[in-house]
């Protein structure tokens, strides 16, 4: 190699490295500082930092109608009682709910208290089997003499499509009969939904049947493939 191509090769080396630093230094700099709940909690030493913090939503914590809306997540895997009040402004992910793991971007406020506007949401894909379930229509069976208002009670059904709102709405989606379709039942239910449960996905749900023809559900879970 004479010395003119190794100059060449070397000046290339160079240059690649510097533009290798410049963008590490970027990434950095807008790399937020990944914190979990128990380490944020009563801390105020982050105020005024921008974060990443991820955490469980706290049942029942949030409103979609305030806007922005509030929430509060914990840490599962922790004994402690710490909880972390979220001030999001935006539209919550589809699979938002109780229980739901939230990945938040924003800025710590003030002590236990982030604002933001950038979420990621995770519920964990649920399948169960259809085994001992009710069809939809032998709930409103006129023939039957059980009354199944107010009965727990797990049913195997379809999700009608088109039906699915966003996380907040009273009805979160309709629910048809599996083999009779035209048998559809509304169902309320807080949680988040499995990415997998779509139009006419089939799921079984558990939950309780209201007198006015409302199904409100504890758990949604995809049916498994036999």
């Known amino acids: 190699m004479n010395s003119r191509t190794r100059n060449r090769l070397i000046g290339i080396s160079a240059v690649m490295a510097i533009a290798m630093v410049a ?32 955490g469980s939503v706290v049942a029942g914590s949030w409103d979609r109608e305030s806007n922005p809306m509030r929430f509060r997540i914990f840490n599962e895997e922790s004994d402690s009682n710490a909880e972390i009040e979220v001030v999001f402004s935006g539209l919550p992910p589809a699979n938002f709910g109780d229980g739901t793991q939230a ?24 399948y169960e ?8 229509f032998a709930l409103f069976d006129e023939d039957s003499t059980l009354d199944m208002v107010g009965v727990p009670v797990r049913v195997s ?9 966003p996380p907040g709405t009273d009805i979160r989606f309709h629910v048809m009969d ?37 199904f409100t559900a504890e758990t949604v879970a995809h049916i498994a493939d036999s």
């Open 23 to 54: 963008v590490l230094a970027i990434m950095f700099q807008s790399a937020s500082l990944s914190l979990d709940v128990d380490r944020l909690y009563n801390n105020d030493g982050y105020i005024g930092e921008t974060i990443q913090i991820s």
């Open 129 to 136: 089997t259809d085994e001992d379930t009710l069809p939809v």
């Open 178 to 214: 599996i083999e009779y379709s035209e048998v559809t039942m509304p169902v309320m239910f807080s949680g988040g939904l499995a990415d997998s449960i779509v139009d006419e996905t089939p799921v079984v749900i558990m939950g309780i049947l209201g007198e006015d023809g409302v």
């Open 157 to 165: 059904a379809r999700v009608v499509p088109g039906s699915i709102t």
């Open 103 to 126: 990945i938040i971007t924003g800025l710590v406020e003030d002590t236990n208290l982030v604002t933001s506007t950038q979420m990621v949401t995770v519920c964990p894909s649920r």
